[in-house]
């Protein structure tokens, strides 16, 4: 499914970044949340990962639902994983685009990557 990926802040992703390796922040921050009309199109259930790829690279994520959230866009909470698929152009204004990333998404049976492992893979 093609969607656009938007990131942002949360709460629990704003209370863990006091601690970024701490079990609080990397829950919130691996994963990504749809529509429940994506979810279900999806054939997702609870437990269940996500590959996203984008122009930038990929990243696995848990999926979750935001019902506030239109068909057709993906939302991931600011961290590591959104950051794998952000491009690195600033466009002049020194932040990368964490708005508006055309992704695709597709249900797998990867696992989500701990920091670690993220950090060592890279793009």
């Known amino acids: 499914m093609k969607a ?6 949360t709460l ?3 209370a863990g970044c ?3 390796m701490s079990p609080l922040y990397i829950n919130e921050v691996s994963c990504c949340y749809l529509s429940e009309e994506d979810y279900r199109a999806l054939g997702l259930s ?3 990962n996500l590959l996203l790829t ?3 690279g990929s990243a696995v994520l848990r999926a979750g639902v935001d019902r506030g959230l239109p068909q057709g866009m993906v ?3 600011m961290g590591p994983w959104a950051n794998m ?3 690195t152009d600033t466009k002049g204004c020194g932040m990368p685009g964490f708005k508006g990333v ?3 998404v597709t249900p797998t049976d990867e696992k989500v990557l701990d920091i670690r492992e993220l950090m060592l893979r890279g793009r």
Do not use: C, N, W, Y
Not at 4 to 9: D, E
């Open 4 to 9: 656009v990926m938007i990131s942002g802040r």
């Open 12 to 14: 629990a992703q704003g």
């Open 18 to 20: 006091e601690d970024k």
């Open 46 to 48: 609870d437990g269940m």
């Open 54 to 56: 984008s122009p930038h």
């Open 75 to 77: 939302f991931i909470p």
């Open 85 to 87: 698929l952000t491009g």
């Open 102 to 104: 055309e992704v695709e």
